[in-house]
């Protein structure tokens, strides 16, 4: 198949426009020189806005994971404790992350449920540097309840590090009104990116936090903030130049259409999914409490009787639409349709019209048609 005829449903990397990829042609230039500073600094601003933060911003040459590591590594400290809230796949990539670093206190759910408070809470009254948590948990389709955390952990004097991969540039975050310490992103989500970037939002409080002698060298955050601090703003370690171009076309589409209307088209998007799925009696993944809410970026479901989703994904791939299955031991049961970034609303109709069609071939539906018109009247409000 010919990749240029593939459509990307999956939650992320994302479908890169034209206009992005061709940002990533112009020539090298100086990355300490004046054109790579505004470069820089003009992502810094637009970033600014879409984290709703007054913190520094920097942006590593890495993937969301090294923004994560650069997060902890620089905070924790071996006998430190780190609660860290696991709900999913991307919570526990971030729990067996901190326990390189500190000391790990593991907050476990299913995978798909909702987080319980009242044990965070009481974890906290014990003690802890920090909390991390992933904000929306790409691989159940989860949004978890970060403004309380957020609130919870300042109560108890604790630092919150959340990973905001899924969820800024496509969802309401906010920050500071949060009390987010460290949030991340990854280029290639919502941001609507080429994969090879992460963008992070640092406190002071969680500068005042880095007083380990061994910090991380290429992910050390100081080094990050010392860079960016000169008159021509900088990055520590030379940049993927190209990549940065890339971002900041990306930015600039982003600034274009708005933030606000931005969040409701996402919003409108993952409502359209969740429609089709009712009318074609598909379950929804997640398990909701009065903390949480489905993924406006990326829709879990479970995988109809009779009907391993790896089949559902490889019938799909026949039509040139990737979709994602689950991941670990979720693998075969549940499949995921990501609508973030540039995902259009045409994109989510042609998919969920396609696994229409594989599902009445299957038996899984007895007729054509109730799934796209539940979707439709959702995108025509």
């Given amino acids: 198949m010919d990749l240029e005829d593939n459509l990307l449903m999956m939650p992320g990397p994302v479908p890169v426009p034209p206009r992005v990829l061709r940002a990533m042609s112009k020539p090298m230039i100086n990355h300490r020189g004046a054109q790579f500073s505004a470069i820089y600094d003009d992502c ?9 933060t007054e913190n520094d911003i920097f942006v590593l040459s890495g993937s969301g994971t090294a923004s994560m590591e650069a997060a902890v590594g620089c905070i924790a400290d071996k006998d430190d404790r780190i609660i860290s809230i696991e709900n999913g796949k991307f919570g526990e990539r ?6 390189r670093y500190g000391s790990v206190v593991p907050l476990e759910f299913e995978w798909g449920t909702s987080v319980d408070l009242d044990p965070l809470e009481a974890q906290l009254q014990e003690g802890a540097k920090a909390v991390t948590m992933v904000h929306n948990e790409t691989s159940t389709g989860i949004l978890n309840p970060a403004e309380q955390v957020g609130k919870l952990a300042k109560k ?6 959340m990973d905001g991969v899924t969820s800024l540039g496509g969802d309401d975050v906010f920050v500071d009104d949060w009390g987010v310490d460290v949030a991340v992103v990854g280029s290639q989500k919502c941001i609507g990116a080429p994969p090879g970037l992460s963008m ?7 500068f005042d936090a880095m007083k380990k002698e061994n910090l991380p060298y290429y992910l050390d955050l100081k080094a990050c903030k010392k860079s960016a601090d000169k008159e021509k703003t900088q990055t520590p370690y030379t940049p993927a130049i190209p990549l940065f171009y890339a971002l900041q076309e990306s930015l600039h589409i982003i600034e274009e259409e708005g933030m ?3 969040i409701e088209r996402h919003h409108k998007g993952a409502a ?3 429609a089709a799925m009712d009318a074609m009696g598909i379950e929804m993944f997640p398990q909701l409490n009065e903390y949480s809410a489905y993924s406006n970026t990326v829709s879990a479901m479970k995988a109809p009787a009779g009907m391993d989703s790896e089949t559902l994904k490889k019938e799909m791939m026949k039509s040139g639409i990737t979709i994602a299955g689950g991941q670990a031991h979720l693998k075969g049961k549940i499949f995921r349709i990501g609508s973030m970034a540039n995902v259009s609303y045409r994109d989510i109709l042609s998919t969920l019209q396609q696994i229409e069609v594989v599902f009445k071939k299957s038996g899984v539906v007895s007729e054509l048609g109730p799934a796209t018109e539940a979707a439709i009247e959702v995108l025509c409000k």
């Fill in 44 to 52: 810094r601003r637009i970033l600014a806005d879409i984290f709703k």
């Fill in 94 to 99: 971030f729990k067996d992350l901190a326990s």
């Fill in 156 to 161: 108890y004097g604790s630092l919150f590090i």
């Fill in 200 to 206: 992070l939002s640092v406190s002071e409080a969680a």
């Fill in 260 to 262: 606000d209307a931005r």
């Fill in 272 to 274: 359209a999914v969740r």
